[in-house]
């Protein structure tokens, strides 16, 4: 990629990050939290899921900002291994979840950069059990999703008990927003 093409979508990233983290710090003043984690995603989107019932394995590649493949298709009761790599230069979060999920997972990424524990390109792993108000801490151990560093590879393994709308998101913030999702359809 040129390097004009690379600085205008880095310069559009950091804007958009910019906003979202505005908006975000006024709707945490007003004292909204929501879980993009946990117990709404065990509950709504399917549960974690066991090695020894896999289905099948589906790649994942996370670039900057998109996913490939950008849409999956899912039958319920199916469990299946997501092998991520993240080959683009930024850090980016593959997260299953409905609409609702990730806009609250999105406003807790915004405190995470906000305590550092987050950077453009880099996790600091030490900062993410610290307490970022409200008890809320951002270690990323839940089941449906995994957040990389460029080059870096994880996987979930999620076996979808209901038939529900789901994506596949990054909520860094701004990404979400500059179209890193993908739809998950069930056949």
């Not at 974690?48 to 790649?59: A, D, K, L, M, P």
């Not at 409905?98 to 405190?111: C, G, N, P, Y």
Request: charged share 20%; hydrophobic share 35%; aromatic share 6%.
């Amino acid at each position: 990629m040129p390097l004009s093409n690379k600085l205008t979508k880095t310069v559009a990233i950091v804007a958009v990050s910019v906003a979202v983290s505005l908006a975000a710090s006024q709707t945490w003043a007003a004292g909204v939290h929501g879980d993009g984690h946990g117990g709404g995603a065990k509950s709504s989107t399917g549960k974690q899921g066991n090695i020894s019932e896999v289905t099948r394995t589906i790649e994942i590649k996370m670039f900057d900002n998109y996913y490939e493949p950008e849409n999956l298709n899912i039958k319920k009761g199916e469990t299946i291994r997501f092998a991520i790599k993240n080959m683009g230069d930024y850090v980016h979060e593959f997260n299953i979840g409905t609409a609702s999920m990730h806009e609250a997972h999105q406003q807790e990424m915004v405190l995470m950069m906000e305590h550092g524990a987050l950077e453009v390109d880099k996790i600091n792993y030490d900062l993410m059990k610290m307490d970022m108000g409200n008890g809320v801490t951002m270690e990323h151990n839940d089941p449906n999703s995994v957040l990389l560093e460029p080059g870096k590879t994880g996987e979930v393994i999620w076996k979808f008990t209901n038939k529900s709308a789901l994506q596949f998101a990054c909520n860094v913030p701004g990404h979400y927003e500059s179209g890193m999702a993908g739809e998950l359809s069930f056949k």
